[in-house]
């Protein structure tokens, strides 16, 4: 009986694994067979060697540098950022009573717009053009600043306007998510807090964010792993050639590696892919062990 269970079990999960085995271990066994590859040729379907090469290439190209500096630099600046201000407003949301769930809907809608249109849209805000300066430079001129091309300018003025659209881009989801779990704590803990004479901000520090650690550590996680992945947001704000504006990430390059003017390089392409799973991997870890102990779950 027992091994007749088992039979169906490995039945049910057959077609699970098929996909996982076609579409995810394939594949990832594939890219470290490219990497490993010295000089392959694509269109012979050959190489030389297996080694470390195409490693040493990737990792002392220019643009690889760039890359990897642009997309910690979103990382670090967008993740803490979007997350402390989606805090901030769930907090805001889950003390109105009135108009609550317009104010959700509204905050959300980014989430569920074209994110090649919203980048065109913030491009026409900040970008500097022959005809006008933008909205945004407008506002400066009126408070007495000076115009900046935030799309064509200075590279603070870049990244500035990089950070700002991916916190925008990211926020409703976390939102949401916050709202939620701030809906699930038990209103019993606020009322003893409140008859013992605590402060809002102390009821905050030990009851809130205990309670929604979890959560708030999910968003972290979720948000180092999608910032890090970035390409998408780059390309509607400063267009396909992103190496000349200076503002390439790390899946940018893997994508410039296989289709881009310099295109036409599988094995730089996958090992900068491996080299960014390596990245995300071990700030994922980190994130784990740290959540051991910080974190509480219930």
């Known amino acids: 009986m027992r ?19 076609v579409f995810m271990v394939y594949p990832l066994i594939d890219v470290c067979i490219y990497a490993l590859e010295e000089n392959y040729s694509f269109a012979q379907g050959e190489a030389t060697g297996i080694g470390l090469a195409n490693f040493r290439h990737v990792l002392a190209d220019p643009d690889f540098v760039q890359a990897v500096k642009n997309t910690f630099l979103i990382v670090v ?26 104010f959700q809907t509204v905050y959300f809608l980014p989430y569920v717009t074209n994110t090649l249109a919203v980048g065109l849209v913030f491009m026409i805000l900040f970008r500097k053009t022959e005809y006008s300066d933008g909205l945004v430079n407008l506002l400066l001129n ?16 870049k990244m500035f306007v990089m950070c700002f659209y991916t916190v925008w881009a990211v926020m409703p989801f976390k939102i949401l998510i916050m709202t939620s779990a701030l809906a699930s704590v038990n209103p019993d803990y606020y009322k003893a807090a409140r008859v013992d004479g605590a402060s809002s901000f102390r009821i905050f ?7 929604i650690s979890s959560t708030v550590f999910y968003l972290i996680i979720t948000g180092f ?30 994508y410039d590696m296989l289709y881009g003017s310099s295109g036409g390089y599988p094995s730089y392409a996958a090992a900068a892919a491996l080299i960014l799973f390596a990245i995300v991997f071990t700030i994922t870890y980190i994130n784990l062990t740290v959540s051991r102990k910080t974190v509480q779950y219930v």
């Open 225 to 254: 792993i999608g910032a890090f992945k970035a390409y998408s947001d780059e390309v509607a704000l400063f267009g396909t050639d992103l190496n000349a504006a200076g503002m390439n990430t790390i899946v940018g390059y893997v």
């Open 3 to 21: 091994g007749k269970n088992n039979w169906k079990a490995w039945l049910y999960l057959a077609p699970a694994i098929l996909f996982l085995a």
């Open 205 to 211: 520090r030990k009851i809130t964010l205990p309670m």
């Open 142 to 157: 009126r408070i007495g600043l000076k115009t900046v091309d935030f799309i064509e300018g200075p590279y603070w003025a």
């Open 77 to 102: 600046i967008t993740v803490p950022v979007s997350t402390g201000v989606s805090l901030l407003i769930s907090l805001g949301l889950s003390s109105i009573r009135r108009l609550q769930h317009l």
